[in-house]
């Protein structure tokens, strides 16, 4: 593969573009990788990905990873993208979504790579080999606890998109809590969060409704559940921010040695 060539700019800077049709395979390319997804599966990847590169390779202290998992996938713009920059050798994409694990495999088959990526489909980390080992586990997994039905954009998702929704926050608290079985002792582990340091999130910020409702700020529970997983939180870096104006922040971890 070769080195990256797209460049993150931390702004989601854009141009909107053209209406598809709902369920239309697109291609969205990285490189040399052009990953194949629907849009209905496009949890922001398509937009966050090269600024979350840029961010994992500017605080990283391995210069490549042997095995990288990204948990929450969708079609894995994420994962691919690191391939595609040479920043890891091997690949596990897992995610709920029969759908999106689809869309990842076409995109392994079609440039070659099914031999250094494999998808594990199904809730949580269940899916996973038990004998599978990972030093890098990167996420843009759902940020929101409990979204406000007034808030004019919450009215328009349908009752069955899992992308921006984690009620109780069950997904991160399994993920925390098993996580780090699979880890070799010298991972890290980039997860994406959305203005973690608020218990109101307002977006856009003019709003005078929040567009979700956390009973204190999302980053206090997330350091609780890095702690309780054995992990050391390294630290927490604004890395993108949305044309909605959602402030997107890495949570870097590790495990405790």
Partial sequence: MSERTRQGSGRDDAALTPARRPGELRTWRYGDVAVRYREELDGGGTRLTPAFVDCVTRHSVKP?????????????????????????????????????????????????LTDRVSQATGPDLAPLDPA??????????????????????????TDDDLRPRDPQWRAHRAFYGGIARFLT??????????????????????????????????????????????LRLLGTHPYFTGRDGARLEMMISEPVR
Avoid at 90 to 105: E, G, Q
Avoid at 199 to 228: G, H, K, N, T
């Fill in 64 to 112: 490549v990873y042997d095995h990288a998992l990204e948990w929450c996938a969708g079609p894995g713009f994420i994962g691919f993208a690191l391939l595609a920059a040479g920043l890891c050798r091997r690949l596990t994409l897992c995610d709920i979504n029969p759908a999106a694990s689809a869309c990842a495999a076409l995109t392994a088959r079609a440039h070659g």
């Fill in 185 to 230: 002792p010298d991972a890290r582990l980039f997860i994406s969060e959305v203005n973690p340091s608020d218990a109101l999130v307002f977006i856009p910020p003019e709003v005078s409704e929040p567009y979700d409702v956390r009973a204190r700020p999302a980053a206090d529970d997330f350091r609780r559940m890095i702690r309780d997983a054995g």
């Fill in 132 to 157: 599978a080992r990972f030093d890098l586990v990167v996420a843009n997994p759902p940020n929101f606890v409990a979204l406000n039905p007034r808030h004019p954009t919450t009215r328009r998702l």
